[in-house]
Nanobody, 114 residues
């Protein structure tokens, strides 16, 4: 059984920061690819950032230089540090684990507004 639980979302002003966390149950965390996706109202879910088991990372162009994905294998947790937030970052953020199949969390809402 694999479960993913996101936390850390909320309301933040433009230019502000948030750190999202995703706690994972399951023994395959350390060898799994982890990712953050987001879905804005009326839009499709899209990939934001990826981190592999070797800690290599990749980002969608719109968040490069502002967001940082990281992982703590001892805590089975993946993080998304988000800086310089803009209203365009408003979305529900989902944690994703891939290990032979996709696993998803329930999502955490981020609202960037003054």
């Amino acid at each position: 059984q694999v479960t993913l639980v996101e936390s850390g979302g909320g309301l933040v002003q433009p230019g502000g920061s948030l750190r999202l966390s995703c706690a994972v149950s399951g023994s395959m965390f350390s060898i799994s690819r982890m990712a953050w996706y987001r879905q804005a109202p009326g839009k499709r879910r899209g990939l934001v950032a990826t981190i592999h088991s070797d800690t290599s990372t990749s980002y969608v162009d719109s968040v490069k230089g502002r967001f940082t994905i990281s992982r703590d294998d001892a805590k089975k947790t993946v993080y998304l540090q988000m800086n310089a937030l803009t209203p365009d970052d408003t979305a529900t953020y989902y944690c994703n684990l891939w290990f032979t199949r996709d696993y998803w969390g329930q999502g955490t809402q981020v609202i960037v507004s003054s």
